[in-house]
């Protein structure tokens, strides 16, 4: 991959695979690390794209596996939570800050999930692609986290 196209895909995927990071880690800290790692095996990466598609594929499937590796590394499992220094961010509506809280609760196979159905706006056959299970394993774990959402928001959850 050339400067300019990299360059290019940074500035296209970056938001992409930021945000697919903090809801699998649930740490901005943590995600910007991942983002920084997904963006230099990129740099690294000697195959060619065939598409755009195939490129945010290519971004999300790396962004995932490296989350994926960090929750299991014993570092992590060792560390001290630094909830005395939450680093939230900042919403123009008090509902959407309390969404965005009830949903990082969330175990991280629903926050996954719901990053990638919400927000990259993948379909259940993709996510279970990208994600290397079943699509009834992701249509459960989807149904899951709309539950607890709607049980931890009340009359507040609507999913649209």
Known sequence: MDKASFTAAARRYQNMVYRTALHT???PQDADDAVQ????????????????EHL???????????????LKSPWRKRRVSLEALPETP???RPREEALYREVMALPEKYRTVLNLF???????????????????TVTTR????????KERLGEDWQDE
């Open 118 to 136: 919400y927000y990259e706006e993948l379909s259940v056959r993709e996510i279970g692609e990208l994600l290397e299970v079943g699509d009834s």
């Open 90 to 92: 900042v919403f123009d």
């Open 56 to 70: 945010r594929r290519w971004l999300l499937r790396v962004t995932v596996n490296y989350c994926r590796d960090l």
């Open 37 to 52: 790692e997904v963006f230099l095996r990129l740099f690294r990466h000697r195959g060619a794209f065939e598409s755009g």
């Open 142 to 149: 989807l149904a899951r986290a709309r539950r607890r959402l």
């Open 25 to 27: 880690l649930g740490n």
